[in-house]
Structure formats: C-alpha cells, structure tokens
Nanobody, 118 residues
Framework: QVQVVESGGGLVQPGGSLRLSCAASGRTSGIDNMGWFRQGPGKEREFVST????????DYADSVKGRFTISRDNAKNTVYLQMNSLKPEDTAIYYCRARNTRWRLDYWGQGTQVTVSS
C-alpha cells in the first residue's frame, strides 16, 4: 500500500502565496506520477497539475498556468505545489494523488484546505 499525506494549506489573502507538500510512503517503488487536484465548494474535483517522477515533466491546468509551479524531491518521495498570485476562485480542498501507471493504481490523500479571502 501507499500512503499519501498533504500539508501546507491555510488562509491567504488574494495575491498571496502558499506552498503545498505531499509525501508518499509505503510501497512507493511503482509510483511514476504524482500531482494535485482540487474540489471547490459545489464543484467537481478538477485537475490542477501533475509531474512525472523520472523525468519531471509537468502539466498544468490552464487556470493555474503561470501562477502555480509543481516540483518533486525524489529522495523524499515528496511533491510540492508553489501557488502564487492566488485568487478567491482557487479556494478549494487540494488533494494529492500518487499514480502507479503500470498497475493502474491511484492513491489519494485526505486533502488540505486552501482558502483565498480578504
């Protein structure tokens, strides 16, 4: 099994920044992709950003391009999401996902709340 734990959420004013962290533990050898999704109030869960573990190829939703940056630390099995220029519409629960593509397995964290408000 793989355990995924997010941290770093909180309350921030519009225009501010936050950095989320996500650590994977357990049987992580098959994990080849990690990323972030979010679910705002009354909305479906949506893709935010993912990164491949070996090469570090990153992908972003159009709504966060230029503002969010995903990165990884392979030695720590940790992925980060640096969020800048935050907007009220970024308010959501942010979930981390670790993926084992070969076996089509996804592991999700419990989520961390991000609230952007003045």
């Amino acid at each position: 099994q793989v355990q995924v734990v997010e941290s770093g959420g909180g309350l921030v004013q519009p225009g501010g920044s936050l950095r989320l962290s996500c650590a994977a533990s357990g049987r992580t050898s098959g994990i080849d992709n990690m990323g972030w999704f979010r679910q705002g109030p009354g909305k479906e869960r949506e893709f935010v950003s993912t990164i491949t573990w070996s090469i570090g190829n990153a992908d972003y939703a159009d709504s966060v391009k230029g503002r969010f940056t995903i990165s990884r630390d392979n030695a720590k099995n940790t992925v980060y999401l640096q969020m800048n220029s935050l907007k009220p519409e970024d308010t959501a629960i942010y979930y981390c996902r670790a993926r084992n593509t070969r076996w089509r397995l996804d592991y999700w964290g419990q989520g961390t709340q991000v609230t952007v408000s003045s």
